[in-house]
């Protein structure tokens, strides 16, 4: 499926993370990892709730940038997923 922009592609991937009960789905969600995201705080990494759009099966690993292989993710998790893929990598 193409998609339009990167807005597009944004809320394609947040709609992948889980309603919170009593919270507005819009606003608030939470990731694989039950990691509370926000919408307004993607890509800010000094938020306690910023988020990254994340690739499932990792690039490196031959996953696609398809819709289907990524999902919200909470900056701190993204970033500690990557350097475990890194550091698995180099040893390779």
């Known amino acids: 499926m193409p998609l339009n922009s990167n807005i597009e592609l944004k809320v394609i991937v947040w709609m992948k993370g889980h ?54 993710l909470h900056h701190r998790i993204n970033s500690g997923l990557g350097g475990l893929l890194g550091s698995f990598i180099s040893k390779s």
């Open 19 to 72: 309603a919170i009960p009593n919270h507005d789905p819009n606003v608030w969600r939470a990731d694989d990892f039950n990691h509370i995201i926000r919408y307004s705080d993607y890509g800010d990494r000094s938020s306690e709730y910023g988020w990254e759009i994340d690739h499932i099966v990792a690039t490196a690993l031959g996953g696609g940038d398809n819709s289907g292989n990524l999902r919200p």
